[in-house]
Antibody
Framework: DVQLQESGPDLVKPSQSLSLTCTVTGYSITSGYSWHWIRQFPGNKLEWMGYIHYSGSTNYNPSLKSRISITRDTSKNQFFLQLNSVTTEDTATYYC??????????WGQGTLVTVSA | DIKMTQSPSSMYASLGERVTITCKASQDIKSYLSWYQQKPWKSPKTLIYYATSLADGVPSRFSGSGSGQDYSLTISSLESDDTATYYCLQHGESPYTFGGGTKLEIK
């Protein structure tokens, strides 16, 4: 089975960058699927942020386009989220997830990131 | 962006009752519609994908229907374990967008 696990700081200061890692086990991120970041705000609204395809191409939510970057380290079977210039509005639980014929069949457990001074 | 209007936002239902949750897309999404169940402090779990396909391991009391702009999730006979928040997702056009969620509780 594919397993995903998010990691990274749980507190980020306003104007700084948020950086998260998703470590994938049970499947190579270069073999197939696309690899996504999704966040859930307090109050439970879900927002799709973007993905990196197994080919290496990326696609981002235009609402974040100027601030977001998704990259990968194929040697470690990890992909990454960087979100720049964060504000308190970026406080959320961040999930990584995989997309195949069953969209988002596999999710990480989520990591709560709080943006606060 | 495609807007997903999900209803109701919350509901109470009795054990054994038939429950239906709906999502309306702001344009035709050609059945690129999934349903997820989320329990407190857990990640969402796929119930239905491509509008009608039951995800692996999901009980057969869950079913999906719809086409075009209008979709629904039905639980044929509510069980206590179904207490959760349910979300729809359109993944036919980027940016993918979620419905606002339906919190389902047992009466």
């Amino acid at each position: 089975d594919v397993q995903l696990q998010e990691s990274g700081p749980d507190l980020v200061k306003p104007s700084q960058s948020l950086s998260l890692t998703c470590t994938v086990t049970g499947y190579s991120i270069t073999s197939g699927y696309s690899w996504h970041w999704i966040r859930q705000f307090p109050g439970n609204k879900l927002e799709w942020m973007g993905y990196i395809h197994y080919s290496g191409s990326t696609n981002y939510n235009p609402s974040l386009k100027s601030r977001i970057s998704i990259t990968r380290d194929t040697s470690k079977n990890q992909f990454f989220l960087q979100l720049n210039s964060v504000t308190t509005e970026d406080t959320a639980t961040y999930y990584c997830a995989s997309y195949d014929y069953d969209p988002f069949a596999y999710w990480g457990q989520g990591t709560l990131v709080t943006v606060s001074a | 962006d495609i807007k997903m209007t999900q209803s109701p936002s919350s509901m109470y239902a009795s054990l054994g009752e038939r429950v239906t949750i709906t999502c309306k897309a702001s344009q035709d999404i050609k059945s690129y519609l999934s349903w997820y169940q989320q329990k407190p402090w857990k990640s969402p779990k796929t119930l239905i994908y491509y509008a009608t396909s039951l995800a692996d391991g999901v009980p057969s009391r869950f079913s999906g229907s719809g086409s075009g702009q209008d979709y629904s999730l039905t639980i044929s006979s509510l069980e206590s374990d179904d207490t959760a928040t349910y979300y729809c997702l359109q993944h036919g056009e980027s940016p993918y967008t979620f419905g606002g969620g339906t919190k389902l509780e047992i009466k």
